[in-house]
């Protein structure tokens, strides 16, 4: 049974920090191109990074400079580290993950930015 379970989402004031991680079992996750995607009220889902299977990473503008994604491989989990929180960042966070075959999401976590 494939999983991906996201965590590390909170209530967070501007110009703070999160981590998320998204815990991945039942997939050789090395394979995979891992994702963060995000769901603000009202809108649509839209890519926050990527990471191939190689390492090879890349950002939306929007997050690009603040946001890092990283993966370990050894431990099947992939993670954001989120910096300069901004208002416009609160969204429900995903984790993704992709072979040519398959597409696996997890639930969700919430982040919201506040003060």
């Known amino acids: 049974q494939v999983q991906l379970v996201e965590s590390g989402g909170g209530l967070v004031q501007p110009g703070g920090s999160l981590r998320l991680s998204c815990s991945a079992s039942g997939i050789s996750f090395s394979m995979y191109a891992m994702g963060w995607y995000r769901q603000a009220p009202g809108k649509q889902r839209e890519l926050v990074a990527r990471?191939?299977?190689?390492?090879?990473?890349n950002y939306s503008d929007a997050v690009k400079g603040r946001f890092t994604i990283s993966r370990d491989n050894a431990k099947s989990n992939l993670y954001l580290q989120m910096n300069s929180l901004k208002p416009e960042d609160t969204a429900v966070y995903y984790c993704?993950?992709?072979?040519?075959?398959?597409?696996?999401w997890g639930q969700g976590t919430q982040v919201s930015v506040s003060s």
């Open positions: 990471i191939t299977s190689g390492g090879l990473t």
């Open positions: 993704k993950g992709t072979t040519f075959r398959n597409e696996y």
